[in-house]
């Protein structure tokens, strides 16, 4: 009857370990603090908020969030935690938008004509994209892409499970001009009148795991609870048998 206790709150123990409550990054600490650090790559600094460490730039910290920008920004952010156990992102909030252009297939109309603002964007231009990969040692593991959108919580695939790094980065085709004059441009150029594009994440709720990163807690099925507790309740019958 005891042993038959004890195996019962350990299963207990471990089905609740796989339950850990969610936590909301906010990306808050950057405004309340200096940095913590700084990232001579990308000359990012480096904030820390509920106990993630994440990149941001001081010239686009306009609010409590991550910005990526590509006219002096940053164009990516890694996202950790500090103690280094793996965690589960669930969703975030993302908002991003796009000034990407390209001009027209045909030549340029007349430098002084109506038709040439018209035909300046009136190409197809790819537009840039925000992509998130979840990363096990380095290596990535699960990988995700969304593009320009108002406002919109963005719910993570399961692939991105018992992750220990999550890197955001923001892609811009390469052969985008910034601060271009479109009436010096060709056919099919794609060209910005000043940046090309701005994303922002914020409130990543995600789960972090309690156990060891190389031991991965496991649910208790429905089916051993009731065998335990039949177990149990045989061993009552028995007790009350013996008496």
């Known amino acids: 009857m005891r042993s038959v206790i ?8 471990i089905a609740s370990a796989s ?4 936590v909301t990054v906010t990306f808050d600490s950057a405004f309340n603090n ?31 969030y991550i910005g990526l920008h590509d006219d002096g920004g940053i164009l990516s952010s890694f996202i950790k935690p500090v103690n280094g156990l ?30 040439l603002a018209a035909w300046s964007t009136s190409g197809s231009a790819p537009l840039p994209t925000l992509t998130f990969q979840g990363m096990v040692n380095g290596t ?15 719910n993570f695939s399961k692939a991105f499970a018992a992750i220990d790094s999550l890197l955001v980065s923001l892609n811009i085709h390469p052969d985008a001009l910034q601060y271009a004059d479109y009436t010096e441009l060709g056919r099919n150029r794609l060209w910005c009148a000043e940046w090309c594009a701005e994303f922002q994440i914020d409130n990543l709720v995600l ?23 039949a177990l149990m309740g045989l061993g009552l019958v028995k007790a009350r048998s013996r008496a």
């Open 6 to 13: 004890r195996a019962l709150m350990f299963l207990t123990l």
């Open 34 to 64: 200096p940095p913590i650090g700084n990232n001579p790559i990308t000359n990012a600094e480096i904030g820390v908020s509920q106990g993630f460490l994440y990149e941001y730039s001081t010239v686009y910290l306009n609010g409590a």
């Open 19 to 22: 339950h850990a409550s969610p």
């Open 86 to 115: 793996p965690f589960t992102p669930h969703s975030v909030d993302v908002f991003g938008y796009s000034l990407l252009n390209k001009t027209g297939p045909g030549a340029a109309p007349y430098r002084n004509s109506a038709e």
């Open 140 to 154: 990535t593991t699960a990988t995700q892409t969304v593009g320009p959108m108002a406002w919109s919580t963005i």
């Open 207 to 229: 789960t972090s795991n309690v156990t060891s990163p190389s031991i991965s807690p496991v649910p208790l099925p429905a089916s051993a609870l009731f065998l335990i507790a």
